[in-house]
Structures are given as C-alpha cells and as structure tokens.
C-alpha cells in the first residue's frame, strides 16, 4: 500500500464506524462500474411478483432459523 493510502487508511479507521461502514460501501461500489439502468425497475417487479406470491398464498415461506440452519450446512460446511 502506497504512503497516501496509508494515510488515508488510518484517518479513515478514526471515523466512527457508521461513518467507517458508509466510507467502506462506497469504495467497494466504485469498483462495480457503471450502474444497470434498468435493474432498479426489474427489482421492483420482481419485489411486486413475491410480494403477490406470498399474499395469495402459492409460495411457502420458511422461518429464519431453518434457512440459517441450511446454509450453514450445505454452503458453509458447518
């Protein structure tokens, strides 16, 4: 790491950690390139889509723990 990186790096570990995570997600999306802009209105559809799929019922939904459990075991080896 270059010496102004250096010093960016420790006046950015001064910052209190909200602001620290803020700074964090910024860099990290700099790095994605330009945003799709067409992906927030297919969210958006696809958000409508599930939301209708659980209110009428044709979707099964699973609690929390079981999910966690899940991809604790078959992702992550636990």
Same mark, same amino acid.
């Given at each position: 790491?270059?010496?102004?990186?250096?010093?960016?790096?420790?006046? /950015?570990?001064?910052? !209190?950690? *909200?602001? &620290?995570?803020?700074?964090?997600?910024?860099?990290?999306?700099? #790095?994605?390139?330009? %945003?799709?802009?067409?992906?927030?209105? /297919?969210?958006?559809? !696809?958000? *409508?889509? &599930?939301?209708?799929?659980?209110?009428?019922?044709?979707?099964? #939904?699973?609690?929390? %723990?079981?999910?966690?459990?899940?991809?604790?075991k078959?992702?992550?080896?636990?």
């Open positions: 790491m270059s010496k102004v990186a250096q010093s960016v790096f420790a006046d /950015a570990l001064r910052l !209190e950690p *909200e602001t &620290r995570a803020e700074l964090a997600a910024e860099l990290l999306a700099s #790095l994605d390139g330009p %945003a799709d802009p067409d992906a927030e209105a /297919a969210w958006d559809v !696809e958000i *409508e889509r &599930r939301v209708a799929a659980i209110e009428a019922g044709t979707i099964r #939904l699973e609690p929390w %723990a079981d999910v966690r459990r899940r991809i604790e078959e992702i992550l080896g636990r």
